[in-house]
């Protein structure tokens, strides 16, 4: 689904070079669940928004289900995003003045659905992730957990290929970051191919598999046994 070879990425500020990527290999195959760990600053969320298409690599390939990930224009950039990738973020990102539905039903307009049919694929989702009940409800009338169970359903909402999030439970306290947890492992037991970035060692320990990222390169890339989220709800 996702392979990367010999990436690297600097930030370039006036005549100063950062050098945050130092030539990751690595490669994701369909309905994996992936954790990408490593201290703050380590480039976790540079890797995440390249693997996104939110960003660009400077040298290296990227292949995104067969496909390679390169001078996009913008038009096709955003037609491969929406095809592929759904993102979650930390802050969760929802726009405040829109519903939870309308938040949900956002990237299908996007996409030119009917506005019948948005509503009933956002309902569908919404239901999937627990909150059809808030269906009508804005984002700041939601706890943190219902916010970022919006945010999944709105990154589901075009069926996307791969999901990344980038610390997912990073804002929510424990009970609420293993209930996120328990919502992302059933979304990969549908076979959907989930990356996540954290820094939390017990949230790792709830994917299939951790990747260490330390000064720009991967240090370690091992397969675990996955403990189910909900043993410690
Ligand atoms: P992590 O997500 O692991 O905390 P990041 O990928 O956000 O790390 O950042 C890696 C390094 O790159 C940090 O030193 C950060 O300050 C720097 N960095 C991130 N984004 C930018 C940017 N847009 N411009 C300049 N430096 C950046
Ligand atoms: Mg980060």
Redesign the pocket.
């Known amino acids: 689904m996702i392979e990367i070879k010999d990436l690297h990425k600097s ?1 370039k ?1 006036g005549s100063t070079s ?1 050098h ?1 990527l130092k030539g990751i290999n690595f490669s994701v195959a369909e309905g994996e669940l992936v954790s990408i760990m ?1 201290s ?8 995440l928004n390249i693997l996104g298409m939110l960003d660009e690599a400077d040298e290296g390939s990227y292949y995104l289900d067969g496909v390679p990930i390169k001078n996009l224009n913008e038009k096709i950039a955003a037609r491969y995003r929406n095809k592929f990738l759904g993102f979650v973020f930390q802050s969760f990102n929802l726009i405040s003045y829109k519903t939870a539905l309308d938040n949900v039903a956002l990237p299908l307009y996007y996409q030119g659905i009917k506005r019948k049919e948005r509503i009933e694929r956002a309902m569908s989702y919404l239901e999937k992730v627990g909150l059809a009940p808030w269906a009508s409800h804005l984002p700041n009338e939601l706890s943190g957990g219902q916010k970022q169970r919006v945010a999944i359903a709105r990154a589901l909402a075009s069926d996307p290929k791969v999901l990344l999030a980038d610390e997912p439970t990073g804002a929510l306290d424990s009970k609420t970051s293993y209930e996120v947890m328990d919502l992302i492992q059933s979304i990969n037991e549908e076979g959907r191919t989930i990356l996540i ?1 954290t820094h939390e060692h017990d949230i790792a320990q709830m994917t299939k598999r951790i990747v260490n ?1 330390k000064d720009g390169v991967i240090i370690d890339d091992t397969k675990v046994n996955q403990v189910k989220a909900l043993h410690n709800v």
């Open positions: 930030y500020t950062l945050v490593g703050s600053g380590s480039g976790k969320s540079t890797l970035v990222l």
